[in-house]
């Protein structure tokens, strides 16, 4: 399964401009752990980097323009760094595999002169066969939807763009070589200029690479997960997966019944543990055809339905259900998981994701962001980055393990959670 090592964000509200992890011009850092934690104080752009991952990926289902006004987003003069003229930008460097060659994307998003948002550029690049230093080569290259791309699984010839910034030099020197020599290099030219265009070109067979990135993007799951929601009564039938809000949870429930009785027989035995006197939970049909979630509660003859369940409950239950999904998400994101639940959950939950996202099986990549010492006590500095805001009112971020003190004194023994709290981890 695809694994994200590091990506980088320019221009996006507070987010100046942050990296967190290995990109292919800096090598000299780890990559993201498959379980990572960003904290910090109110207001230093945690939101704000959850929501650049939803953003990125609404770009690609829906636009960049209709990206923009989202979710309350505001438009793009609201997203774009205040005081900032230049696009925004985004970077995601991953691997499609455990021992494959890392791929980079790159997005760039201005305004034209009517102050819509299009997509400026677009680029992949990766490293040849056995090619270990120097810049990459590209496979795709957009500039306001005009450009050039490579055909087909072989890298073949790729274009050396070492000269990037000249754009018609390239184009140039390609088409009156290589096109000559008939290479498996093709003109593109998009019809819609707000549109990306792996969401295009993504979707043709001549463009594996491309297609591969346009499946693992459209396979995030960014949780915005809330107990009301859960306890709406849907319409029968079973569902795969957990939706956004989780208001198909009943469904969820009754796909697994069916479908995954090993499975649904391990959430179930978790949630016992977890949550005291929960024994069973299970669906009944209305008779307007409508689905009922029960819980049955040790101790009382009639079960508890899911609009008498707690905040908490409801939580433990769906974040459960996401890690024992059959096919989960390549990516999966949670804000603030701590939200409503027992304190002394919370280690175990971060266990349960660590578990997941390093199983054998190739589990989802999970990446969070929490207030909650408790949950930073389960994890390593490796695993945990600190955002904070700058004296120039933009956020900046840096990774506990790049502290020696703070790997020292866990090594000793000393909870992460703990050093946090006792302002271990305050502005460097």
Request: hydrophobic share 35%.
């Amino acid at each position: 399964m695809a694994k994200i090592e590091g990506f980088r964000i320019k221009n996006y509200r507070s987010l100046r401009d942050v990296t967190l992890g290995r990109l292919w011009d800096v090598q000299n850092t780890s990559p993201l752990t498959p379980m990572t934690a960003v904290i910090g104080k109110n207001g230093v752009g945690k939101s704000t980097l959850f929501d650049a991952f939803g953003f990125l990926a609404d770009c690609l289902k829906s636009g960049v323009e209709e990206a923009c006004d989202l979710k309350g987003r505001g438009g793009f003069n609201r997203l774009r760094s205040q005081g900032v003229r230049e696009p925004i930008e985004f970077v995601v460097y991953y691997r499609e595999e455990n021992k494959s060659r890392p791929i980079t994307y790159e997005l760039a998003i201005d305004v034209d002169k009517d102050g819509r948002p299009f997509v400026l550029k677009e680029r992949f690049r990766q490293r040849r066969h056995k090619q270990s230093h120097g810049r990459p080569f590209s496979f795709l290259i957009l500039n306001t939807g005009k450009g050039i791309a490579w055909k087909g699984e072989d890298e073949g010839w790729m274009i050396d763009d070492e000269n990037e910034d000249n754009f018609d030099k390239i184009l140039e020197s390609i088409f009156k070589v290589k096109m000559e020599e008939g290479s498996e290099t093709e003109r593109v030219e998009l019809s819609d200029i707000r549109r990306l265009g792996i969401a295009t070109l993504g979707s043709l067979k001549q463009h594996p690479r491309i297609s591969k990135f346009r499946m693992f993007i459209e396979g995030w799951y960014l949780s915005y997960f809330t107990p009301d929601a859960a306890r709406g009564l849907p319409l029968v039938g079973p569902q795969k997966h957990l939706n956004l809000h989780g208001d198909n949870l009943g469904n969820v429930v009754q796909f697994m019944e069916r479908e995954h009785k090993e499975k649904f027989k391990n959430v179930l035995s978790k949630i016992a543990e977890r949550i005291p006197g929960i024994e069973k939970i299970d669906t009944e049909k209305t008779s307007d055809g409508r689905l009922l979630l029960r819980f049955n509660d040790r101790g009382f003859a009639d079960p508890f339905f899911v609009q008498q369940m707690s905040d908490g409950t409801l939580k433990i239950f769906a974040y459960l259900l996401l890690l024992n999904d059959p096919s989960p998400p390549p990516f999966l994101c949670i804000e603030e998981p701590e939200n409503g639940l027992y304190h002394k959950l919370l280690a175990a939950l971060a266990s349960e994701f660590r578990e997941h996202a390093t199983g054998r099986k190739g589990g989802s990549q999970i990446f969070v962001t929490t207030h909650q010492p408790y949950l930073v006590d389960a994890l390593t500095p490796e695993e945990v980055w600190i955002l904070e805001k700058g004296a120039d009112g933009f956020s900046k971020v840096w990774r506990a393990s790049e502290d020696p003190i703070v790997n020292d004194m866990v090594k000793e023994g000393l909870p992460l959670g703990g050093l946090w709290f006792s302002d271990y981890l305050d502005a460097r």
